[in-house]
C-alpha cells in the first residue's frame, strides 16, 4: 500500500472551504467593528470577537463548524442593522 505523499497536516478540500468561510467571516466582523463609533464599545467587540475565534479554535466537528459559521452570520447582520440604524 502506497503512503500518501501529503503531509499529515494537509487540509481537505471541505476543511480547507471551511476555513476560508471562518476567515471571511472574521475578516468582515471586524470591518464592521471599525465603524462603531464609541472607542470603548468598539475595543470591547474587538475583544469579544477575537476571544470567541480563540475558543473555536480548535473546533473540528463539521457540524459544529457549520453552525458557528451560521451563528457568526447572524451575529454579523445584528451588528451591521445596529450601527445602521445608529446612523440614520
Known sequence: MAASRLPPATLTLKQ????????LLYRRILQAIRQVPNDSDRKYLKDWAREEFKRNKSATEEDAIRMMITQGNKQLKELEK?????KS
Open 16 to 23: 480547507f472551504i471551511r476555513r476560508q468561510q471562518v476567515l
Open 82 to 86: 445596529s450601527l445602521a440604524l445608529a
